[in-house]
């Protein structure tokens, strides 16, 4: 069951790349994604300066999409939940 007091935010590079996954056929996914989502999510803001912090990241990951997730962990103190092991390099909580 989901906890109604803890907020859950998305990246909206989280929905970029599942379109671009379902667009390629490696995802089933719909069109609407962000409205089926804005739902259930707060959608974060993707800034410059957020992009600025993800590029000057340490290369622990060279994915660009997860590197901005992690800088939006960093940046508004989130759990993030993954099952990519290389977030913890960067002091992310991971949400279990």
């Not at 667009?23 to 962000?34: F, I």
């Not at 622990?60 to 103190?77: C, G, N, S």
Request: aromatic letters at 6%.
């Amino acid at each position: 069951m989901i906890d109604p007091a803890i907020e859950r935010c998305l990246s909206p590079m989280s929905v970029w790349e599942a379109a671009i996954k379902r667009q390629a056929g490696r995802l089933r996914a719909p069109r609407n994604l962000s409205a089926v989502l804005a739902a259930e999510f707060r959608m974060l803001d993707v800034s410059a300066s957020l992009l600025e912090a993800a590029a000057e990241l340490p290369r622990h990951h060279a994915d660009p999409f997860d590197r901005v997730l992690i800088a939006h962990a960093l940046q508004h103190d989130l759990s993030v939940l993954t099952r990519d092991d290389a977030f913890a390099n960067y002091g992310v909580r991971l949400a279990a």
